[in-house]
């Protein structure tokens, strides 16, 4: 009790002092405290915004490289339409394809029944020319739409993961 007394006695005679010490310090302690706060909270933004910018980036490039392998599937069909056409036809079919099976995941379920087409068609014979052509265009589509749809999820994927980041 007698500690009480000694302190409020102190508080009473030293009001002005109180106040001209107490009330400083006591908001610069408070402003540090919100300060280290913010900051926490800017580094954490800062580091979904990265991640979401990088997850951006990798979708051009997928988006990118989606058009390259719709450029070389219609090469691929185009080229199927010219039978017998000379060895620069052959080796510029072979390159599109190439390309098409270096690109594609092995794991897509269109890729075999892509590699039938196409063996149906170096076998062809100018009767059955449009039809392998219009076999290698219905399953182009479906290897580019399922390409189409993991891009898709994987945004979708990505913003819900920076949603529940970012909250």
């Given at each position: 009790m007698e500690y009480v007394q000694l302190i409020s006695d102190f508080a009473s005679k030293h009001k002005d002092l109180i106040s001209l010490i107490g009330v400083p310090l006591l908001s610069a302690i408070v402003a540090w405290f919100a300060s280290v706060r913010a900051t926490k909270i800017t580094q954490k933004a800062q580091v979904v915004r990265r991640g979401l910018d990088r997850e951006l980036k990798?979708?051009?490039?997928?988006?990118?490289?989606?058009?390259?392998?719709?450029?070389?599937?219609?090469?691929?069909?185009?080229?199927?339409?010219?039978?017998?056409?000379g060895a620069e036809n052959t080796i510029a079919f072979n390159a599109a394809l190439s390309r098409i099976l270096m690109?594609?995941?092995?794991?897509n379920p269109y890729i075999p029944e892509l590699e039938k087409?196409?063996?149906?068609?170096?076998?062809?014979?100018?009767?059955?020319?449009?039809?392998?052509?219009?076999?290698?265009?219905?399953?182009?589509?479906?290897?580019?739409?399922?390409e189409w749809e993991r891009l898709k999820k994987d945004l979708r994927d990505t913003e819900i993961s920076y949603e529940s980041d970012a909250a």
């Open positions: 990798l979708s051009d490039y997928r988006q990118a490289w989606i058009n390259e392998l719709r450029n070389d599937l219609a090469l691929l069909s185009s080229l199927s339409l010219a039978p017998n056409s690109r594609v995941n092995p794991q087409v196409v063996a149906g068609i170096r076998d062809y014979n100018l009767v059955n020319v449009q039809a392998k052509q219009d076999e290698l265009v219905k399953v182009s589509r479906l290897v580019l739409k399922q």
